[in-house]
């Protein structure tokens, strides 16, 4: 679906990404790397807020790298940016109305009614704030309204951008089980820092480190790979929370 070749990005003349490649497609594809490494600017390259200076990136074929941000996302490619962007003075459900018209300028049919009933059956704590303004809300509740307003957008493609910033762990952990559920029928592509929470989750892992990807490979490799146990993961005695693990 998503297609990233030789892509090299930076800001004011300095390179960030070097030539990135990798494809992304059913699932969650996780591009995991220390702060600095280059995530965010390879999310910004892929959804148009920053043009890249080499390389390319196609969607469903198309190529898109010279695209604006509202054309990416008029193709379907609906990003979940680092820090929740609401309009705090709007309430939750006029957020989440905004996105449903991203959907309808796409031509999709919208039922809003049954987009709502999905969004607080994803995210229970958000049922009695429909009606308060968003910036009233707590960090985590924030979080859950910006994820919401891309989900009821009707996406094709879903970016999420290290969406566990600043969240207590336990709202981490309830936060990933909802991106592994919605992963069953939406192509996801994240970005993190929380290598051990993260990974067990993927279909496919990319390690990006000084804007290269230096190691790929499916969620099991990657966290039986050595170096990334030694750098990233250390010594755990639990095992990381997933849907199959709770249901098991």
């Not at 300028?105 to 308060?132: C, H, I, N, T």
């Not at 891309?150 to 951008?161: G, I, N, R, T």
């Not at 592509?189 to 490979?217: C, D, F, K, M, Y």
């Amino acid at each position: 679906m998503l297609e990233v070749d030789r892509l090299s990005s930076g800001y004011y003349g300095s390179t960030v990404l070097d030539a990135v490649s990798f494809s992304s497609g059913a699932g969650i594809t996780l591009i995991i790397g220390p702060n600095g490494a280059g995530k965010s600017t390879l999310v910004r390259s892929i959804v148009g807020s920053l043009r890249p200076v080499l390389g390319s990136v196609r969607f469903e074929g198309q190529p898109i790298e010279r695209l604006r941000p509202e054309v990416v996302a008029g193709l379907g490619i609906v990003c979940v940016p680092e820090r929740a962007r609401l309009f705090g003075e709007l309430r939750v459900i006029d957020n989440l109305r905004l996105g449903s018209r991203l959907a309808q300028r796409r031509g999709e049919k919208v039922d809003l009614e049954a987009d709502l009933a999905e969004v607080q059956r994803l995210f229970p704590d958000l049922g009695p704030k429909m009606r308060s303004p968003a910036h009233l809300l707590s960090g985590g509740q924030q979080q859950m309204v910006s994820i919401a307003r891309a989900l009821v957008a009707h996406p094709k493609l879903l970016v999420m951008d290290e969406p566990t910033t600043g969240l207590h762990p336990t709202l981490v952990k309830d936060l990933l089980l909802t991106i592994e559920h919605v992963a069953n029928d939406l192509p996801i592509l994240l970005t993190e820092q929380n290598v051990w929470q993260t990974v067990p989750i993927a279909s496919r892992v990319h390690l990006l480190e000084a804007g290269r990807i230096v190691l790929s490979g499916t969620s099991q490799e990657i966290l039986a790979d050595e170096r990334v146990h030694r750098t990233y993961l250390g010594d755990r005695g639990e095992a990381p929370v997933t849907t199959a693990a709770r249901e098991a």
